[in-house]
């Protein structure tokens, strides 16, 4: 029987309003200490053991997830999250550089808490009204660095890469209908299939890429045989190696052919922030449309997406009309219409944390991240050139490395990875490239110091040595 109104406790504190900061402050220490100890617990990059052992220690912690009594908020915050943090692949960690998944800054995972108090949805001006004149300056500074000639470039805030190539095809099909062509290269990101078939498009023409980037007299071939609209897509930072395609050229291509281009710059284009490696991205300006993603190069905590456009009327496909969300007279009469910024309703305030890390660091902030991300990618790419034992792929072009045991046979490089996972070592992952398999480390890390980088060369000879 539910107990009478009188008789019955509060309810949990809320986050927000002039009590939450007092609510939260006891329950961020304990929180803070769940991360401590858990990362003491794993001990490394990776907690040893593999997915059956994590699974297991997930399970017996957990377990009630549901029980009939609550077990109060900081035994709940002290096992969950010390259990998470003890079974986390932790990227902050230099020996877990598997992925484009960079370890987020302090401060931008403080701006996401506040972010997350406030509980801002910025689907409409009345849920968010400073959080949405934020993002509105947010997308503009950024659409502007990325289209400095440009007097009204425009930007989206998005989950990630992903949404924002299947953003760009989605305009480009409703600028040139339903029968757009769409060529990539074979070392394009696979969002980018999938988004054509996703929204019903024909089925993407794949160019070859044996070099690893897309080759102008490819594309020049594949344009003159292909029936229009086209919609060309050149990546600036492939997930494999890094590589960034010649934008200069193949953007003479496609004006020449009356084609439409996308640069997904998801990896590469922070490079743009820096002036010792901004020449890399020649050409990036003459895209109709260009992918960012800060929670790689930009040390964001999940999501920080960008998809930039030269001119906002390229954004008016996207315009939405819900009665209770942006009404026509509340529209005239001045509120903001949000609805025509995303695919998605419902959307977290993703602008803080980037902003704050603007404001904070500077532009000199971020280039200096940037040069040391991609220094020690350079220093590794050295150490493994010089090292008898390892075979290196070709110098890194931001920050991923391939390389390759000499000896080693394709199974034996995909055993060693896993062998590496599964004691909780070190995080590598692996790619293709010149038909063979090669072992990759992605350095996102800007406290990766040399002594880091000579600990995993040295636990790598010892590892091919057994």
Known sequence: MTAPPGNRPPPPPLAGGTTGPDALRPLVDTVLHALRT???????????????????????????????????????????????????????????????????????????????ALNPSLDSWDQAPAASALEALLTHTLATELYPHHPHPDALLTTGGTEANQLALLLAREHHGPHLTVLHGANAHHSIPRAAWLLGLPKTHTLPTPTGTLDPTTLHEALTHTRRPTLVTATAGTTDAGLIDPLDALADLCEHHHADLHIDAAYGGPLALSPRHRPRLHGLTRAHSITLDLHKLGWQPIAAGLLAVPDTSRLTPLHHQADYLNAPDDTEAGLPDLLGRSLRTTRRPDALKIAVTLRALGRDGLTDLIDRTCEAAHHLAALLEAH????????????????RPTAATDDDLAALRRTLLHGGHAVLGRATAAGRLWLKATLLNPHTTAADLHALVTLLEGSTQR
């Not at 052992?53 to 010390?82: F, I, K, N, Q, S």
């Not at 008898?388 to 390389?403: D, N, W």
């Open 38 to 116: 858990g990362a003491r617990a794993r001990g490394g990059p990776l907690p040893a053991g593999g997915p059956d052992t994590v699974t297991a220690r997930v399970r017996a912690a957990a377990t009630p997830l549901l029980p009939d009594h609550g077990t109060g908020a900081h035994e709940a915050l002290t096992t969950l999250v010390h259990t998470l943090a003890a079974g986390a692949a932790d990227p902050a960690d230099p020996l877990c550089a598997a992925h484009l998944h960079g370890p987020p800054l302090a401060l931008a995972t403080a701006a996401d808490l506040a972010a997350s």
């Open 388 to 403: 008898p034992r390892f075979e290196l792929h070709a110098a890194p072009t931001i920050s991923t490395v391939l390389f």
